[in-house]
């Protein structure tokens, strides 16, 4: 059975200048009936199935919809069309380090963070000692996250994400993060997460990084699909693609 | 409607530790971790009722007993609902960046910041019922049902959360049209005046603000020494379901929408 499936998955909302120009402007123009809504589609009848421990690698130039269909999966967003089914539990790793807070300690937020990604308590009680370790914060358990460096942000954001074992992984350009020694663990841990079966979805704009490791590719074009398959040959034909822009 | 609860209880087990965890959160950033962050929160109140009692005493409670605890009643209760609301409306964009990127119920948001409010909310009432009993007001077996209206603006406090937080999102004004709402609210909620100067079918339309609703019935209880009738229990009840009604459905409905515009 596919760990991933999608049927025909266009997702579509309603743009306007209503959330800048505000609350009494929209009800003026209704009144006036000049209130126009755009309909915007940001992925449009995306189908593909992955099976388990493939690697799909996600191309496109920037606006391609390639963050939203993320999204979709991830369950964050549903599609306004479409059929789909994901089976298994899912690590995403979407924009390390974002939504912490800055006024709890990194111990604090290490917890938060947790709870948020849908571990329990003992489990957090249990892991807390080793994703510190990794992240390798020990000096800094108790120093307000803000205190932190970029770079030891998503050093821990990545760490609280990739200790569990998931069935899935969603990665949006996050195979480069901190400096050069920790790159080099974080990518070791996730070829770990991959080889140990983990069907992975991999946004890059590296297209040599696809070539190496992806099984599948994907190739999003302003919100269409434009080719899914064999790697070489699609990664071939986006280099034209690129080449003749 | 049951079903819908015991499905709500569910949620709360299944994501309990982050809500203890979110409620955790809050407490902390709203009290800074000093103990002189809690007594701000009960200080800043207080300084609002010194201030309205020494210019209205005048005015209003010449001739009236216990003026300072019906001006208390009034904050207390408008306090509580201009905190929790306020949190409520921020709390979805405030933690823009969480939901954007990870998924969880909307809602936890909400009522963890919820909890913060009616912590300083409860220890308000504490200080209120102190001032009662300094004020000469008697005790009685009938203060218990002080709980009915508060549990009710709990659930309208929610309910009034929900509504706000979604249209916050959607539209940024909301903020500034809603500050200038709490204020008109705050002069027709009869907090330093008495509705028994007007003349009686003016008097009845102050039940169509469920803030009165709920200031009238701690009031009755607490000043004037009785319960008050059926049809306050039920407004009590009707503006706590409506609100919360019409801000789950909104939840419902638009829960994956709100997404597309954080």
Known sequence: MPKIELHDISVSYIVGDFSTVGLKDVIIQRIQGKYKPKEFVAVRHVDFSLEEGELLGIIGTNGAGKSTLLKVISGIMRPTEGTMAVRGNIASLLELGTGFDGDLTVRENTFLRGAMLGYTREFMNRTYQSIIEFAELQEFEDRLFSHLSSGMKSRLAFSIACLVKPDILILDEVLSVGDGAFRQKSEDKMLEIIKGGATTLLVSHSLDQIRRMATKVLWLEKGEQMAFGETAEICDRYQAFLNGK | ?262
């Open chain 2, 1 to 262: 409607m049951i079903e819908a609860f015991k499905q709500f209880g569910l949620m709360l087990k299944k994501h309990q530790f982050l809500f203890e965890e979110l409620v955790k959160r809050d407490f902390k950033k709203k009290y800074k971790r000093t103990i002189l962050g809690m007594l701000w929160s009960l200080l800043s109140p207080m300084l609002q009722l010194l201030v309205m009692s020494v210019v209205f005493s005048n005015f209003f409670g010449r001739d009236r007993p216990h003026y300072t605890i019906y001006l208390f009643a009034g904050n207390l209760t408008y306090a509580f609902f201009k905190d929790s609301t306020y949190g409520g409306m921020n709390s979805l964009m405030a933690n823009a960046g969480i939901i954007t990127k990870i998924n969880l119920p909307k809602y936890m948001f909400l009522l963890s910041k919820n909890v913060a409010s009616l912590i300083n909310f409860g220890l308000t009432l504490v200080i209120f019922l102190l001032f009662a009993a300094i004020d000469g007001v008697t005790f009685h077996v009938r203060f218990l049902m002080l709980l009915y209206p508060i549990l009710w603006m709990i659930v309208f406090n929610i309910g009034f959360g929900f509504i706000l937080s979604a249209l916050f999102v959607l539209f940024k004004d909301v903020q500034y049209l809603y500050d200038i709402f709490t204020l008109m609210l705050m002069y027709l909620s009869a907090i330093f005046y008495y509705t028994a100067d007007y003349p009686e079918h003016i008097q009845k339309l102050f039940y169509l603000n469920p803030l009165y609703v709920y200031i009238t019935y701690i009031r009755n209880i607490v000043i004037d020494g009785f319960i008050p009738g059926w049809g306050t229990h039920i407004l009590c009840a009707v503006y706590a379901l409506g609100a919360l009604g019409l801000g789950a459905w909104i939840y419902k409905k638009y829960n994956y929408k709100f997404l597309y515009y954080m």
